[in-house]
């Protein structure tokens, strides 16, 4: 699991793009197509090519209403995927220790656990061990009922204190804070308001003085800003468009679906700011 790894900022700058691979049957993005692991290899070299920093393989929806996966099952969706990956950047998004073990021991780099080290508490053990890079994100409730009428007083300084107390937590744990990255959870268990807000106001996560991890690719707020009010997903270029704003405002890995058009973007909003 190799030495001491680079704090994140310099291993991933900003900005710096995470491909999304999903090895599940019912993503919210529509994207489940890569349940056979050769389609979801074959997409991650892809995104790879096309110039993600890190793609992260999933086998568990965490989509609103979505149940969770058994263990078994979850292995049998991402291991296959990770074997193929052998060697490239690799990030598992899981909850849960025996998944991330396991995704470890076949050479990913980073745990992104949705969960933020409150869903399996041998999770923060095997982070800690494994030396590796890590995810903490922001979620109100469970993925069954977190778009149940979501409500805060205010958002950012609540998300911002959580944060701040699940870092503190990983450190006591073991983890190397500057293996950190920190993630406002666009979507789960907030309304369009609350995830405009989050990105508006994303200089008070800096605050916390880690890097900011966005994911509101496709994400449902993005077509009801477009003016669809049962909108399920967002379009590609609104994506571009939230990574974008993000990155103005301090963001420094964007979690997408749509690499090329990410990067491409990414890079010429890097260039303004240089
Ligand atoms: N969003 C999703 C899943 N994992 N991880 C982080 N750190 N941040 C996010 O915003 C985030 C995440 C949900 O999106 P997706 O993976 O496309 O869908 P699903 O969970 O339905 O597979």
New binding site residues.
């Given amino acids: 699991m190799g030495g001491m790894r680079a704090p994140i900022e310099e291993r991933f700058p900003r900005p710096s793009v995470m491909g999304?691979v999903?090895v599940?049957p019912d993503?919210?993005?529509g994207d489940g197509i890569y349940l056979r692991p050769e389609a979801a290899v074959a997409e991650a070299f892809r995104m790879l090519a096309a110039g993600a920093a890190i793609v992260d393989v999933?086998g568990e929806?965490?989509?609103p209403g979505?149940e969770g996966v058994p263990l078994a099952e979850e292995l049998r969706r991402v291991v296959p995927v990770l074997e193929g990956l052998a060697g490239e950047p690799v990030s598992i998004?899981t909850s849960k220790a025996e998944v991330a073990r396991r995704a470890l021991e076949l050479g990913a780099e980073m745990v992104?656990d949705?969960t933020a080290l409150r869903g399996d508490p041998e999770l923060a053990a095997v982070v800690a061990d494994g030396g590796c890079y890590l995810?903490l994100?922001h979620m109100l409730g469970s993925p069954r009922t977190m778009q149940d009428n979501p409500r805060y007083d205010d958002v950012v300084s609540e998300v911002k204190a959580f944060l701040e107390e699940r870092l503190a937590f990983a450190v006591r744990e073991g983890v190397r804070e500057e293996l950190v990255c920190l993630?406002p959870?666009?979507?789960f268990g907030k309304t369009v308001e609350h995830n405009l807000e989050l990105v508006r106001r994303l200089d008070e996560l800096r605050a916390i003085g880690r890097p900011i991890?966005v994911?509101f690719?496709?994400k449902s707020s993005l077509g009801r800003i477009l003016g669809d009010p049962s909108a399920r997903t967002g379009t590609t270029a609104a994506s571009v468009g939230i990574a974008v704003a993000a990155f103005e405002r301090g963001a420094t890995i964007l979690?997408a679906?749509d690499v090329r058009e990410h990067v491409e973007a990414l890079r010429v909003a890097a260039a303004v700011a240089a």
């Fill in positions: 999304v999903n599940t993503s919210f993005s999933g929806s965490t989509r979505s998004d992104n949705v995810c994100m993630d959870g666009i979507g991890l994911g690719s496709r979690r679906h």
